[in-house]
């Protein structure tokens, strides 16, 4: 298999959904693995000064309007979720906490779960309670789920990949990385696409 993909992603954005829902398949294309990556978008706005899309003037209300576009065009089910955006920390938390227990594809079934909660059923993944539900209609152990959303070793473990996706220079979602090649929004997964097919150009 070659070179990893790495995909880094907010549990509250609405593009990284989009992503997350062509980007296995751009993988199996290829032949290549996919790493799932969520992040806090809030630590780049923090670092960076900025906002959400969709609460700037102008952007926000063009945001909306592309994001039901793509979702048209892609085929995807969607909807803008309310509240929105929200604090995704008991999603990431969650996600690492499974995958160092039960692997990187019963997280990932965690992470789409999550996904589709928020963007097509409008459940709250800012509230924990939700996430841990969300966990245990996966068959995975709830009272576990929620004994880790406070575990140290998860805040540490979730506070290291946000520094590390920094350190990356992940300023979005969805961020793909292939090797030193970086790529930002679902509509460059194409791009990526293309560069996997030839290379790079």
């Known amino acids: 298999m070659s070179q990893a993909i790495d995909f880094y992603f907010d549990f509250s954005s609405p593009y990284g959904y989009l992503g997350s829902q062509r ?9 290549c693995a996919v790493n799932w990556r969520p992040y806090l978008m809030g630590a780049v706005f923090k670092q960076l000064g900025t906002s959400p899309l969709v609460s700037q003037p102008v952007k926000g209300p063009y945001s909306r309007h592309d994001l039901m576009r793509s979702a048209r065009l892609y085929g995807i089910d969607f909807n803008i979720p309310d509240p929105f955006p929200v604090h995704t920390v008991a999603a990431c938390r969650a996600y690492y906490w499974v995958q160092d227990s039960a692997g990187d594809e019963r997280a990932k079934q965690l992470a789409q779960a ?9 459940c709250n993944v800012g ?3 939700v996430v841990v539900k969300t966990a245990a209609g996966l068959g995975l152990d709830g009272e576990a789920v929620a004994a880790a959303l406070q575990d140290d070793a998860i805040k540490a473990r979730l506070r290291t ?3 590390a996706a920094l350190e990356k220079g992940v300023f979005g979602a969805p961020f793909f990385i292939y090797g030193d090649e970086r790529f930002w929004g679902c509509d460059r997964i194409d791009h990526l696409d293309k560069w996997l097919e030839t290379g790079g150009w």
Do not use: M, S, T, W
Not at 23 to 31: F, M, Q, Y
Not at 114 to 122: A, E, P
């Open 23 to 31: 980007i296995d398949a751009i993988g199996e294309k290829h032949n």
């Open 114 to 122: 999550l996904y589709r909660g928020y963007f097509i059923d409008n």
């Open 127 to 129: 509230d924990a309670e």
């Open 161 to 163: 990949e946000v520094d």
